[in-house]
């Protein structure tokens, strides 16, 4: 690989657009959005509701497809790429983590784990990824013997097994008590620093931002503030 490759920005995003609907029912859900995201990067992207925080990760998540932009994951055209390309990225190079966790019922925490280290081609085993969100010891539990945290760590186990590039979680908090919520951020922040996986949380609360290394904020379409952290804090320490 050359050098010019491995510097490479994850994602190159040039004038992003997404539109639902036409005439006067149009919605423009982005409008021209510029973004460059780097390897290791944990960027936290906030936004009311309907600010288009969604749909930027559902782009760069490959799970939509843009209305007109540039979108390159490491110089190969995303934006461009046909059903078959997309569901390759999504497998291959990216982790999801929802609101809402997804998990089977009838399977363990082991087992809800394996589902994805089964079709990876470069899986860790399900007990790493599960001891590195802090379940070593509730391998063998299912989703109803554990609490809402839990199985929301088990369900980022289950993304980050297949060691993906990217990292993408959707308000991942947001059906937690705080306490409950911090240590499913730690979960995060440590996959993060330790596996290199580039991070992008969005979401509508406020306080995540310091965790960060950069904070975008959405509005209409468009990022209407973009900053820089000198230092992340770590979760513990955030203000709630």
């Not at 929301?152 to 705080?178: N, S, Y």
């Not at 904020?217 to 203000?239: K, M």
Request: glycine share 10%; hydrophobic share 40%.
């Amino acid at each position: 690989m050359s050098d010019a490759s491995v510097q490479l920005p994850v994602f190159h995003v040039r004038g992003l657009t997404k539109v639902y609907g036409s005439g006067e029912a149009e919605v423009r859900a982005l409008d021209g959005v510029d973004l460059d995201c780097s390897r290791g990067e944990f960027m936290v992207v906030l936004g009311a509701s309907g600010s288009g925080k969604s749909t930027l990760l559902n782009l760069l998540g490959g799970l939509d497809t843009p209305t007109a932009g540039t979108l390159l994951y490491h110089g190969w055209n995303l934006g461009g790429a046909d059903e078959k390309g997309l569901t390759r990225f999504r497998r291959e190079a990216v982790g999801f983590v929802f609101q809402f966790y997804n998990l089977i019922p009838s399977l363990t925490a082991r087992e809800n784990v394996a589902l994805i280290t089964e079709i990876a081609t470069n899986p860790m085993k399900p007990e790493e990824a599960l001891e590195l969100v802090g379940l070593g010891a509730r391998l063998d539990h299912f989703p109803a013997q554990l609490s809402g945290g839990e199985q929301q760590r088990v369900a980022i186990a289950r993304a980050i097994a297949k060691r993906p590039a990217v990292l993408m979680c959707d308000e991942p908090t947001g059906a937690l008590d705080v306490r409950t919520g911090i240590t499913v951020l730690e979960a995060i922040d440590r996959i993060n620093r330790e596996l290199g996986t580039l991070t992008l949380v969005i979401t509508h609360n406020a306080v995540m931002a310091d965790m960060a290394d950069r904070v975008l904020t959405l509005s209409d379409g468009h990022i209407t503030n973009a900053r820089r952290n000198e230092q992340r804090v770590p979760v513990q320490n955030l203000v709630w």
